[in-house]
């Protein structure tokens, strides 16, 4: 296994920090794992695809976990002595509620909530050990607003939004924080894919989707890209923000000013 890369110049240092990364493999996730690698940290990178969290560990330094977090299960083999817990693990169904599969309800319920909740549950007890720690809820906008056709996802980010301040509470006495990262759309295969979704549901064409319903209330008319969203939450985990805990931070590019 490759040792860490070395820290930026400049970049506050995280060595002797070891972090978990759900949904590691690509897109935000494997930003996130990168820029905390290159601050230092050991990062356990969890995903599905066996491949791509052997990619992303290659990559950073890392090692792999291949998990399934929709098995509660599977959260108790995932190391528990890590000081950064970063959920960020995702799926999306775009449908209206009528017609919305009751079990791909309950699937983004179990990946995007329950496990991040089992996962708090399982690393807490060495942050409190150690009297310090970071958790980085990966949320969206989608955790502050609501979308049409989105009632599982933005169902699953609201309850994020609620189970990050109760961890920002309960962990405020043993030096641990909890705070949500919201971005707006990030250009990532979540987002790839959810353009023919919304093409069908909106009944418009697919090269429509991106600038009339994606960035329809953000002011910056360009997709986000997984590293800025990396950058807060590497920021998040630094020495400047032990006195921000309970928040939401969003990366939005203005979307929440209307």
């Given at each position: 296994m490759?040792?860490p890369?070395?820290?930026a110049?400049?970049s506050?240092?995280?060595r002797g920090?070891?972090a ?5 493999g690509s ?8 820029a905390l690698?290159d601050?230092?940290a050991?990062?356990?990178i ?5 491949d791509?969290?052997a990619?992303?560990?290659a990559a950073?330094g ?5 998990a399934?977090?929709?098995e509660?299960d599977a959260i108790?083999?995932?190391p528990?002595d890590?000081d950064i817990l970063?959920?960020n ?5 775009v ?9 791909r ?5 179990k990946?995007m909530l329950t496990a991040?909740f089992?996962?708090m ?8 050990a ?8 990966i ?9 049409p ?9 609201h309850g994020?939004?609620?189970l990050?301040?109760v961890a920002a ?5 043993h030096?641990?924080?909890?705070n949500c ?10 987002v ?5 979704a919304q093409a069908?549901a ?7 989707v ?10 910056i ?6 590293a800025e969203?990396?950058?807060v939450c590497?920021?998040l985990?630094g ?18 000013a209307?």
């Amino acid at each position: 296994m490759k040792r860490p890369r070395h820290t930026a110049p400049g970049s506050r240092s995280l060595r002797g920090r070891t972090a978990l990364v759900t949904g590691g493999g690509s897109g935000i996730g494997r930003a996130c794992a990168e820029a905390l690698a290159d601050a230092g940290a050991l990062v356990h990178i969890v995903d599905r695809d066996a491949d791509g969290a052997a990619s992303a560990a290659a990559a950073t330094g890392g090692v792999s976990h291949t998990a399934d977090l929709a098995e509660a299960d599977a959260i108790g083999r995932l190391p528990a002595d890590v000081d950064i817990l970063v959920n960020n693990a995702g799926l999306q169904h775009v449908a209206a509620i009528e017609d919305f599969p009751p079990d791909r309800f309950e699937l983004i319920q179990k990946v995007m909530l329950t496990a991040p909740f089992l996962l708090m549950r399982h690393c807490l007890p060495h942050m409190y050990a150690g009297g310090w720690g970071r958790i980085v809820n990966i949320s969206s906008m989608h955790g502050l607003r609501a979308s049409p056709f989105k009632s599982a996802y933005v169902a699953a980010k609201h309850g994020l939004e609620g189970l990050s301040k109760v961890a920002a509470l309960e962990g405020a006495p043993h030096g641990v924080t909890s705070n949500c990262v919201n971005p707006g759309y990030v250009r990532t295969p979540l987002v790839e894919g959810q353009i023919a979704a919304q093409a069908a549901a909106h009944r418009i064409p697919p090269d429509e989707v991106v600038s009339d319903v994606l960035l329809d209330r953000s002011a910056i008319k360009r997709l986000i890209e997984p590293a800025e969203v990396a950058a807060v939450c590497l920021w998040l985990c630094g020495p400047d923000t032990g006195y921000i805990t309970g928040s939401s931070l969003p990366v939005d590019g203005g979307w929440g000013a209307r």
